[in-house]
């Protein structure tokens, strides 16, 4: 059952970030976008707390703490992911800051010594190629030019480690997840408010779109873009808790073939033989795994 809920987890993070490629093609801003993002996220934290009776757990100080590093993990991993792509190929940016799935697994195999037979290890295996292999672009040129792209592609490695893996960890301090998330989504809300805001007030050439717009559009989505994020991410904390994070991490990292699948069907984009192969590697990974 856990397996179907951690499926569930990356079909709903996948919608997330599909409705953040549609926001992109509307021509929404980036920091607009993940304001909204992490405004309905928390929202959406907020009442699942509330709901299940866990709120009142935010004034732990090892709940704070937790939060402040999922929510580091969560914002700066998307600043800097954002940033990196400025200067190196999204063919490599991509698959490298998703291998931050391959720390998951090891933490849950050594500090949590989750037993893992041959099949689940290939499992593990097919899924992890899946996810690189669904983001690398033939026609791009694979050369890096800049030394800080390796410098800010490793801070998003960890950082998003911090986040994927963290939520494992608040389990076993038997932490509610929908809480220490709330803490993680509103501390990123302030964030991004402040970087959106600073977008909004720029000054650009009459020539150019108008930032307060394009904020406005990116915001609409991202509000949408949460709904889904906070469900996926809310399914991925209870997969954590009832199976392994060690097939539970790669499972959800998956999430990006929504987004790919998504193209296909509205912007008729055609995938690459990498991207097809990535859709069949996910397929008979989950199977292996079943085995």
């Not at 919608?15 to 607009?32: P, R």
Request: glycine share 10%.
């Amino acid at each position: 059952m856990w397996l179907l809920t951690a499926i569930g987890s990356a079909v709903l993070f996948g919608l997330a970030g599909w409705w953040m490629k549609v926001s992109q093609m509307k021509g929404g801003s980036s920091n607009g976008l993940l304001f909204g993002l992490y405004v309905s996220g928390t929202l959406g934290f907020g009442v699942h707390s509330a709901v299940e009776g866990t709120l009142s757990g935010i004034a732990d100080w090892r709940l704070l703490a937790a939060g402040l590093v999922i929510g580091a993990g969560s914002a700066w991993g998307n600043a800097l992911f954002m940033k990196s792509l400025e200067y190196g190929p999204a063919s490599l940016t991509s698959p490298l800051t998703n291998m931050n799935i391959a720390l998951v697994v090891g933490m849950g195999i050594v500090v949590y010594d989750e037993p893992v037979s041959a099949a689940e290890w290939t499992g593990i295996a097919l899924l992890l190629l899946s996810v690189v292999f669904v983001s690398i672009r033939g026609k791009e040129p694979l050369t890096v030019t800049q030394r800080r792209w390796f410098v800010l592609v490793i801070a998003a490695i960890f950082l998003f480690a911090f986040r994927n893996g963290g939520l494992k960890v608040t389990e076993q301090l038997e932490l509610a997840s929908a809480p220490v998330l709330l803490v993680g989504y509103a501390l990123s809300l302030l964030w991004f408010r402040q970087l959106d805001a600073a977008d909004r007030n720029r000054i650009v050439p009459a020539s150019s779109p108008d930032p307060a717009v394009a904020s406005r559009r990116g915001f609409r989505w991202g509000l949408l873009a949460g709904l889904f994020s906070y469900a996926g991410l809310q399914l991925y904390a209870v997969a954590l808790e009832t199976g392994k994070a060690s097939i539970a991490a790669p499972v959800f990292a998956t999430n990006s073939l929504v987004v790919a699948l998504g193209s296909i069907v509205l912007y008729r984009e055609r995938l690459t033989k990498l991207q097809w192969t990535a859709f069949a590697l996910t397929l008979a990974g989950l199977i292996v795994i079943r085995m």
